[in-house]
């Protein structure tokens, strides 16, 4: 084949995996028991119950960390991002991605890449500032998921992790004398 030639096939190839990439994309896995919302926000009402590791398929829409996602018998409500997880790898989608990689080591040579994927939160408009509102459900929420130090060691036992020791940060240089004390709300310890 002309080197022309070879382009072309690769172009087709990458936007064969983007397509597939965006496709595979938009399925999700409920990381943990939750409620389908009607609207985003947890003061919303509920639609129904998602069991922990159901499948949801997201639409594309999402107002700030909720996502609105449709389960499989056709419900249509909102998540919180954090609430969703990947779609768990299915043998087919293993193998698809492993055809798409021994394809793409005909033209790239011997080194592999792995796509992956992460979820971070847009910073807040001027609007969402002035609209904030205090949750204390949410902070009553997040402290019911707070683990003891015991559950920590307990977690760390159970996984193959291996103590090690840190060493404390420095000490931050102390301000110089004469110039402005800190104020009541500083933290800096005297």
């Not at 793409?104 to 500032?129: Q, Y």
């Not at 998921?145 to 931050?172: G, I, K």
Request: hydrophobic letters at 40%.
């Amino acid at each position: 084949m002309k080197p022309s030639s070879w382009q072309a096939l690769c172009r087709v190839f990458v936007v064969f995996g983007l397509l597939w990439g965006n496709a595979q994309a938009q399925e999700a896995t409920i990381k943990r028991a939750t409620e389908l919302r009607q609207a985003p926000g947890d003061q919303s009402a509920s639609l129904a119950p998602l069991a922990a590791d159901s499948s949801v398929a997201r639409t594309g829409e999402r107002k700030g960390s909720w996502v609105k996602v449709r389960t499989p018998q056709g419900a249509t409500g909102w998540v919180h991002m954090f609430d969703l997880g990947a779609q768990p790898a299915t043998a087919s989608s293993n193998s698809t991605a492993s055809g798409l990689r021994s394809v793409g080591g005909l033209f790239g040579g011997g080194s592999t890449t792995t796509a992956t994927a992460t979820v971070g939160i847009r910073g807040l408009s001027a609007e969402d500032l002035a609209n904030a509102q205090p949750n204390p459900a949410a902070v009553a929420q997040a402290e019911k998921m707070r683990l003891s130090a015991d559950q920590a060691r307990q977690f760390a036992n159970a996984a193959p992790l291996t103590p090690r020791a840190v060493d404390p940060l420095p000490e931050p240089p102390r301000p110089a004398t004469g110039t402005t004390a800190p104020s009541a709300n500083s933290t800096y310890a005297n």
